[in-house]
């Protein structure tokens, strides 16, 4: 008798430890019999259902608290679950009487007893609507992103510390066609270089690849403006920004129009030079360019005290030069 008195005592020292667990457990716990009626309810599962207290819900069912819809879909579930015989995690996005609504993260497992008898169903929820908001807005802020980037006029690509590519836009891989196929995410940029030799895409010196290819991936971790030619004549421009993890964000624009107008510029420049300074009639040097020779040479032989001569000699005859 005093055994019986000391197990039955355990047990129920057991019960009360149980019970406190369960309902300081901040996830929903509860306990349903076959008909899907709740035997058993902790406080978080009264206030996910929007009940009033954990004992008010005993005896009662899911179409006590969602509409007809959603209950008759949890009730499905859960005869599923019960005749499979084996526990399932499932996402269920779930609506109350009052309007409100939730995600679930839902475990079910049946209850069996030590004979094998179903019981009933044990079910722990745990609300994720914060998450799914949370991945929703990540998902918008992503395709937006994939948009932004999508439209750039200018190739973009983040490399992480070891050179290896994170992200890039289609019109970076499109400013480099001979090795489009290769930049995308997980490619290293010094593979990428050693194939845009072989494939003839770059102007590369014909000595020491090795290093020219060394020299362009360091160029990742140096901040500044880079100008380089391809092959296949066009000028592009590569703007480096360093991250704070060691990464960086490189910028590639196409700038052959803007190269072309700046040589254009530059030999217009150069032949207006020559046109200043130049004789029509014979090319030789003209007055203009004598009178600035002569100030030169003045000024740097009283800088240095040297003396100097000028000589000036009149041509007879100059028609005939002109002949």
């Not at 457990?25 to 996910?48: E, H, M, Q, S, W």
């Not at 609506?95 to 993260?105: I, M, P, Q, T, V």
């Not at 992103?145 to 499109?174: K, P, V």
């Not at 020219?212 to 380089?228: D, K, Q, S, Y």
Request: charged share 30%; with cysteine; hydrophobic share 40%.
């Amino acid at each position: 008798a005093l055994l019986q008195i000391h197990r039955r005592q355990q047990a129920e020292e057991e019960n009360v430890l149980y019970r406190a667990v369960i309902e300081a457990l901040p996830d929903c716990l509860n306990v349903k019999d076959p008909a899907g009626r709740f035997l058993a309810v902790n406080p978080a599962t009264a206030k996910l259902m929007r009940a009033g207290s954990p004992s008010e819900m005993i005896g009662k069912t899911d179409f006590d608290y969602y509409p007809t819809d959603i209950a008759a879909r949890l009730l499905a579930d859960e005869r599923d679950t019960l005749l499979a015989g084996t526990p399932r995690i499932i996402e269920q996005q779930v609506a109350f009487e009052d309007g409100s609504g939730a995600w679930l993260s839902t475990l079910k497992a049946p209850l069996i007893d030590h004979d094998g008898r179903m019981l009933g169903l044990i079910t722990h929820n745990r609300d994720i609507t914060e998450n799914k908001q949370l991945a929703d807005e990540l998902t918008v802020t992503r395709r937006r992103l994939d948009d932004a980037l999508g439209n750039m006029i200018d190739g973009l690509a983040m490399f992480d510390a070891t050179g290896t590519i994170l992200i890039c836009n289609r019109r970076y891989a499109a400013l480099f066609p001979k090795t489009a196929d290769l930049r995308h995410a997980g490619s290293h940029f010094a593979d990428i270089m050693r194939q845009a030799i072989i494939r003839g895409e770059e102007v590369v010196p014909p000595h020491n690849v090795e290093r020219w290819v060394a020299e362009r991936c360091a160029g990742l971790r140096i901040a500044g403006e880079r100008t380089f030619r391809l092959n296949d004549g066009r000028w592009l421009m590569a703007r480096t920004q360093l991250a704070a993890d060691g990464g960086s964000v490189v910028v590639v624009s196409d700038i052959t129009v803007r190269r072309r107008t700046e040589e254009d510029l530059a030999e217009a420049v150069h032949l207006l030079q020559e046109m200043a300074t130049t004789d029509a009639l014979t090319g030789l040097a003209n007055r203009r360019t004598f009178d600035q020779t002569l100030e030169r040479e003045i000024i740097e032989h009283r800088r240095d005290g040297r003396q100097m001569s000028l000589l000036l000699a009149d041509v007879d005859r100059f028609k005939a030069f002109n002949g």
